[in-house]
Nanobody, 122 residues
Framework: QVQVVESGGGLVQAGGSLRLSCAAS????????MGWYRQAPGKEREAVAI??????NYADSVKGRFTISRDDAKNMAYLQMSSLLPEDTAVYYC?????????????????WGQGTQVTVSS
C-alpha cells in the first residue's frame, strides 16, 4: 500500500502565493510520476501539473504561474503557486504512480491523497 498526503493549502488573496506539498509513503520501489489535480465545486477534476523523470507538463491555465518539483529521495512533490487567481480556488489532489515491492516483485500502483483546499479571495 502507498499512501499520499497533501499539505499546504489555505486562504490567500488574489495575487498571492502558496506552496503545496505531497508526501508518498509505504513500500515504494520507484515513482514514475507525481501530479497535482484540482476540482472546483460543480466541475470535473482536472490535471494541473505532472512531473516525471523526463520533465514536467502544465495546464495552459497555470503555465508561468505554477511550478511543480519533486524530491525523489523523500518521495515528495511540491507545487509552488504564484499570482493566484480566484479561479484557482479548488481542492487540490496529489497523485503518485510507480511500483511497489522489491526489484524482483514489482507491482504497479497509483495512489491519490485526500486533497487540500485552496481558496483565493478577490
Amino acid at each position: 500500500q502507498v499512501q499520499v498526503v497533501e499539505s499546504g493549502g489555505g486562504l490567500v488573496q488574489a495575487g498571492g502565493s502558496l506552496r503545496l506539498s505531497c508526501a508518498a509513503s509505504g513500500t515504494i520501489f520507484s515513482i514514475n510520476a507525481m501530479g497535482w489535480y484540482r476540482q472546483a465545486p460543480g466541475k470535473e477534476r482536472e490535471a494541473v501539473a505532472i512531473i516525471t523523470k523526463g520533465g514536467s507538463n502544465y495546464a495552459d491555465s497555470v503555465k508561468g504561474r505554477f511550478t511543480i518539483s519533486r524530491d525523489d529521495a523523500k518521495n515528495m512533490a511540491y507545487l509552488q503557486m504564484s499570482s493566484l487567481l480566484p479561479e484557482d480556488t479548488a481542492v487540490y489532489y496529489c497523485n503518485a504512480e510507480g511500483y511497489t515491492g522489491s526489484f524482483f516483485r514489482q507491482r504497479l500502483f497509483t495512489s491519490w491523497g485526500q486533497g487540500t483546499q485552496v481558496t483565493v479571495s478577490s
